[in-house]
């Protein structure tokens, strides 16, 4: 099955005859994309796609595999070294006198690594875009590693990638895996890959797949266990690496590359919480790594300062490249939120009925390290509005890996004071705004099924009652619970749930806040002289958007937020009678 939008071309080498696919501008730098086992190239068609947008890209079905032919005989006819061929041979025909960027998935990535690590390569290679597949000689020495120290901790390392790999055994055996795949295991495959990686149904995998299974089964007979037991000692890194690890692959342990660095000096590490066929799963975040890691090595190779801004802190490799959305984002917790996000390299969407706040803070955020930010215009408390944001997120931008309801007024009041319209707008926005996210990405992200977080901004006041904030209380208590319900509901589809409680945060929100019963003279009054009380204590929002990153990087469920929120915190748990008799003191207004 072609490529939509793609020229196909042949390419001879080594008594094969290669498929190769081109989309995109061919005066633009060359993205070579390799698949792996037991897929053809259109696993990569939805990363071309968003790929060729940018760049010249060329994917090709392995030797054996797509439309590709076969090697005579099979056995000797997959090894590291014919697959090195094979690929000087297609960055050739479509890459002459320029070197190729180049990304691998599972088998694609364990022959990508052969070939940025020999010499007969060097200059061909501008960067390389490893996930999923390990070098075989770095698999090898720290296999030997490990059994030549034993330790508890390593022997369990070792365990754990040997259940792992399983599969691998397998493909060793005889006869067996040629008659599984041309039997009820091939026809099961698409079944399995939607039912375990909620791989979407498509034209992926393409009817050769049988074949394709069949004889790419002597990959690893060809290579696993000669490599294995002699891995190479000069196996380095001539071009620079970006490695992508998905947390949830059930195939490959993440501590197989614990010791890269020093086999790849130039290295850059993302970890994305997905299963194994993220080509397919997740083609917007792969595309956007790429992007971004290609521009800045042809910048770089050109003598010019990279155009992408680099991420940085300590959570780059975590957050770099994945959607986040935050409501209430022109200012406040919710901006700093947006740039604590931003710096670690994620694209952002801000969100707030404040048109002007939201667009600063999207373009703050591009300035200080997010690939891409968006601005959008949006009551979170009208529920159509909430759909169509939701519809446009998911079309235009991808699905949404982190979401942090933030969104929120502040009221207070007696009880008797407040009437039914200021409890109707407190639970409109702190509340339903918190529902309609919860609902509409959370849903999103169910259907996607690779997992993702929700943060729901609370309140010290969800816990800690106060005679003179009935209804924002009632409102953040219930956000609350909310997450924790949602916590419980979610935890089976790896997506999680933290709410983050704060106590006195010097924001706007205390300038903004309502009061009721009074007259608007003196709502004023408080309000200038609540936002002095909190200047005077004075924690920056900066510090909640530190602990609402650390919440997803933890999957916390209740995060409480300054001292006092942690006091309080512990005193609902252990000594709720001090908190009743606290609520009854008349606030300092």
């Known amino acids: 099955m072609s490529i939509e939008g793609a020229t196909e071309r042949w390419v001879r080498t080594g008594g094969v005859e290669l498929c190769v696919a081109e989309l995109g501008d061919t005066a633009r730098p060359t993205v070579l994309l390799v698949h792996g086992y037991p897929d053809s190239k259109e696993v990569w068609a939805q990363v071309a796609a968003r790929l060729a947008e940018h760049f010249h890209v060329v994917l090709y079905d392995v030797r054996g595999h797509g439309r590709s032919s076969a090697p005579k005989p099979l056995r000797g006819g997959f090894t590291l070294e014919k697959l090195t061929d094979d690929f000087l041979a297609v960055a050739d025909a479509v890459s002459p006198g320029k070197p190729v960027h180049l990304v691998g998935h599972d088998w694609g990535s364990v022959q990508a690594w052969e070939f940025v690590t020999v010499k007969r390569t060097e200059g061909r290679i501008a960067s390389f875009t490893s996930m999923s597949g390990p070098s075989l000689d770095h698999f090898g ?19 754990g990638q040997g259940a792992k790999s399983w599969y691998v055994y397998m ?4 006869v067996l895996p040629e008659l599984a795949w041309r ?3 091939g026809k099961q495959w698409p079944k399995i890959l939607q039912r375990v990686e909620k791989v979407p149904a498509g034209d992926y995998p393409t009817a050769s797949l049988p074949q394709d299974a069949a004889h790419g089964a002597w990959l690893y007979r060809d290579n696993v266990r000669a490599r294995l037991r002699r891995p190479r000692a000069d196996a380095y890194a001539h071009a620079p690496v970006q490695l992508i690890t998905p947390t949830g692959d059930i195939f490959l342990s993440p501590r197989l590359y614990d010791e890269l660095e020093q086999w ?13 066929w993220i080509p397919r799963t997740r083609p917007d975040q792969l595309a956007a790594w790429i992007t971004e890691f290609v521009t800045a090595n042809e910048d770089t190779a050109a003598g010019v300062a990279p155009r992408s801004t680099a991420a940085g802190g300590p959570y780059a490799d975590r957050f770099g490249g994945q959607l986040v959305l935050v409501t209430g984002a022109a200012g406040g917790i919710g901006r700093a939120t947006a740039y604590a996000f931003a710096e670690a390299g994620a694209r952002i969407v801000a969100v707030d009925r404040d048109a002007e706040g939201a667009a600063r803070t999207a373009e703050m955020a591009r300035l200080i390290g997010a690939p891409k930010a968006w601005a959008e215009t949006v009551d979170v408390s009208d529920e159509q509005a909430m759909e169509k944001l939701a519809e446009k997120v998911a079309t ?16 207070s009041g007696s009880f008797l004071d407040t009437t039914p319209e ?9 509340l339903w705004g918190v529902i309609h996210g919860c609902r509409l990405f959370g849903r999103q992200m169910a259907d996607r099924g690779q997992g993702g977080h929700i943060v729901n901004t609370a309140s010290a006041a969800a816990y800690q009652p106060s005679k003179a904030l009935p209804a924002y209380s009632t409102s953040k208590a219930a956000v609350l619970m909310l997450s924790e319900c949602l916590r419980a509901e979610f935890a089976g589809q790896g997506i999680g749930v933290s709410a983050i409680c704060p106590g006195f945060v010097n924001t706007n929100i205390t300038s903004t806040a309502r009061f009721a019963g009074v007259s608007a003279d003196e709502e004023k009054r408080r309000q200038q002289k609540t936002a002095r009380l ?7 929002p900066e510090k909640v958007a530190d602990a609402v990153l650390k919440a997803v990087v933890r999957n916390q469920a ?9 006091g309080a915190h512990f005193l609902s748990r252990f000594a709720p009678r001090t908190l009743r008799a606290i609520a009854r003191m008349e606030p300092p207004l």
């Open 534 to 540: 909190y200047g005077l204590r004075n924690y920056p």
């Open 171 to 174: 493909l060793h055996t005889p």
């Open 396 to 411: 235009e931008y991808g699905i949404v890996d982190v979401l942090v309801n933030n969104a929120g007024i502040g009221m």
């Open 422 to 430: 200021d409890w109707k707008k407190v639970l409109d926005v702190n």
């Open 558 to 566: 209740v995060v409480p937020v300054t001292p006092e929120a942690r």
């Open 183 to 185: 039997g009820p295991l």
């Open 141 to 159: 020495h720290w296999i030997k590693k490990r059994m030549a120290r034993p330790t508890p901790r390593r022997a369990a390392q070792l365990l």
């Open 264 to 276: 790849a000096p130039q290295l850059v590490r993302r970890s994305l919480p997905a299963k194994h």
